[in-house]
């Protein structure tokens, strides 16, 4: 099938070119691999694992009944004993026993209908083309800019070194909606600075969500006017809607241009970031990246603010256990109210979602620091403290030269220090749990709060010894009340939408955190450091299991009996990124699938 996004073009460099195409093919045929074992091979009992010399080897069927051919297909894999780590990728048939090199499109294609039978569904062409789409970023990424882990490690780059993404997720880059300039403009990976785009309206057109009717110093007033921040991106789109464009013509609001200081992009893409500046700016971007279209909800923009002041009735409390744990607030939502559209929802609606931006501490803001340069490139000298946190996704991630910020940490470290390499990894994880862990559970059981812990919503603060010392949590979006677990909250003074927005029962409140918490983040940090070594694997979940013992003892009966209930059932709940984008599912409706819990494995 033709490529859905061949209008990028490339550096005519052949070398940096076939290096590009390689990783790019090797990492998406590798998270599809990882979404098609987890979510349907494995629950399926369609993957064995056999041993092949220092190998193992990974069969997964992908169909007895594959509509592309008549054939039974099996797809062998060659892989490190510790990981689904794609070496090579073979599709084998009964007529076709050797197999041939299976290709990235092809392995799309055949999983696109296996899943379409498998739902009793028709082919999703656009997830085929998204997961094009994304193999396709990605190679570009690595052409444009070539990393590599001896750069400078501070916030803003822990925020853009994702360059392949999510592990799990079929479709990790795939920004429909953006051209090939919007991606090299936009696009965090590349690093590029970018201006607000601003409208001038009046202050009553202005909608502020917060509570207290004061403006933050960061919005601009000029008299009766206040000049109103944009992602440039979304204010061209915005513009070249004709409805909204008239709306705004009709109600004298004028697009002013970019103006101000230049700001980064964030690992979300819609979120901004400046040093300078006491707020990132959360703006909505009509782009589907992942799975969602990235613009704020009107519930979104009301919950933020409401549950920033919840919260804040409970960190005094928490602090006392968790001094070293910090969220970050979201006490600003604003977006454009215009009199005239009470007679058109549909149209208010887009422009309420369309304009509207969520302002979120900075906790960088006069915090300069130091990097991690010195550190990743000169093994014998350390820098002052880093006053910087750095995003966790950043540091358990891979990096086009196969390693990881982490890995690079950890080995130094070990270096500094005269210790083995897993003992500095042990004591660093147990660091990261430690604070991490029961804070998390802390707020849940004791609050009825349940955060979304997951790689891009944690900042880690690294101490002068560069262990973790300090935890930010950040992203209101994901986070939700269980009010049978409080009943001080109250949220009869939100409208129905709003309060189903930001209300979890208990079985959702604990598939979220298992998930979050667990999964996608501690799973992560653990493959990472263990760096492939099954027995440093196994050694840092045990060291996990410990700290849930410990943190259990400390509870009362009724919640450590629920957190035995949840944590130590014998399956845990994935979140199947892949069913999810191929029935087009929002997240809030993501498809789950039980899978066994690692930690009996070591208890």
């Known amino acids: 099938m033709p490529n859905p996004n061949s209008y990028i073009t490339y550096p005519t460099d052949p070398n940096l070119a076939l290096h590009s195409n390689h990783l790019a093919t090797r990492y998406s045929i590798q998270a599809l691999l990882n979404c ?63 197999g041939k090199l299976l290709d990235f499109s092809d392995l799309a294609l055949i999983i696109t209908n296996v899943l379409a039978k498998h739902h009793r569904s028709s082919v999703n062409l656009e997830f085929i083309q998204q997961a094009m789409q994304s193999c396709e970023i990605i190679e570009y990424f690595l052409k444009q800019s070539p990393h590599s882990n001896q750069q400078a490690l501070n916030f803003i780059q822990s925020e853009q070194s994702l360059i392949f993404g999510h592990e799990f997720h ?9 051209t090939e300039k919007d991606i090299k403009r936009y696009s965090p990976e590349l690093s590029e600075k970018f201006q607000l785009y601003y409208f001038k309206i009046n202050k009553n057109q202005l909608k502020q969500y917060s509570k207290n009717n004061k403006l933050p110093p ?69 782009v589907r ?35 070293n744990v910090t969220l970050l607030n979201e006490s600003y939502a604003f977006s454009l109210k215009l009199a005239n559209l009470a007679y058109n929802p549909t149209l208010n609606k887009k422009i309420t979602e369309g304009f509207g931006f969520i302002l979120r501490d900075n906790p960088l803001f006069s915090n300069h620091s130091n990097n991690l340069n010195n550190l990743l490139s000169d093994h014998n000298h350390f820098l002052e403290p880093l006053s910087e946190p750095l995003l966790a996704g950043g540091l358990f991630s891979s990096q086009p030269d196969q390693h990881s910020w982490i890995e690079n940490i950890l080995i130094q470290l070990a270096r500094h220090e005269k210790f083995p390499y897993e003992t500095i990894a042990v004591r660093w994880f147990n660091r990261y749990i430690s604070l ?10 004791y609050h009825g ?31 939700k ?18 309060r189903t927005a930001v209300t979890y029962d208990d079985n959702q409140s604990w598939q979220r955190i298992i998930y979050c918490l667990f999964i ?10 263990s760096k492939s070594s099954v027995s440093l694997e196994k050694k840092l979940w045990l060291n996990l299991s410990l700290t849930l013992t410990e943190y259990q003892k400390k509870l009362s009966n009724q919640h450590a009996l629920e957190l035995k209930q949840w944590l130590y059932h014998r399956s845990w709940p994935y979140k199947a990124n892949l069913t999810t984008r191929f029935l087009k599912q929002a997240d809030k409706k993501a498809h789950y699938i039980a899978l066994e819990n690692p930690l009996l494995k070591i208890t």
């Open 520 to 529: 996608n983040n501690i799973s992560s940090s653990i493959h990472f450091i």
């Open 436 to 445: 991490l862990v029961p804070a998390i559970l802390d707020y849940y059981l």
């Open 36 to 98: 098609y074992c987890r979510e349907v091979a494995a629950p399926h009992h369609w993957l064995s694992l056999l041993p092949l010399k220092q190998e193992d080897t990974a069969y997964a069927h992908l169909d007895d009944r594959a509509s592309l051919v008549d054939k039974k297909y099996q797809l062998i894999l060659t892989l490190p004993e510790s990981q689904i780590d794609q070496k090579k990728s073979y599709m084998t048939s009964k007529q076709q026993p050797l």
């Open 481 to 498: 009340l269980n009010s049978s677990k409080n009943k001080n909250i109250s949220l009869n003074h939100l409208d129905p939408p709003s």
């Open 289 to 323: 990246l992942t799975n969602c279209i990235r613009k704020n909800s009107v519930a979104e923009l009301k919950t933020a603010v409401e549950l920033t002041h919840i919260l804040n009735q409970y960190t005094q409390e928490v602090s006392k256990n968790h001094p």
């Open 218 to 286: 960061v919005i601009i007033e000029e008299q009766d006017h206040v000049l109103y921040p944009t992602h440039p991106w979304q204010a061209h789109y915005l513009l070249s809607q004709q409805e909204t464009k008239q709306a705004l013509i009709d109600n004298n609001i004028q697009p002013i241009g970019l103006q101000g200081d230049s700001f980064s992009a964030t690992s979300s893409v819609r979120t901004l970031f400046q040093e300078n500046h006491p707020y990132f700016y959360k703006f909505s971007l009509n």
């Open 449 to 479: 709060i349940t955060f979304e812990p997951h790689l891009q919503n944690v900042l880690i603060q690294l101490d002068h010894q560069y262990y973790p010392s300090h935890i930010y949590l950040r992203d209101l979006e994901g986070t």
């Open 170 to 178: 079929p479709t990790p880059k795939a920004r429909q909606g953006f």
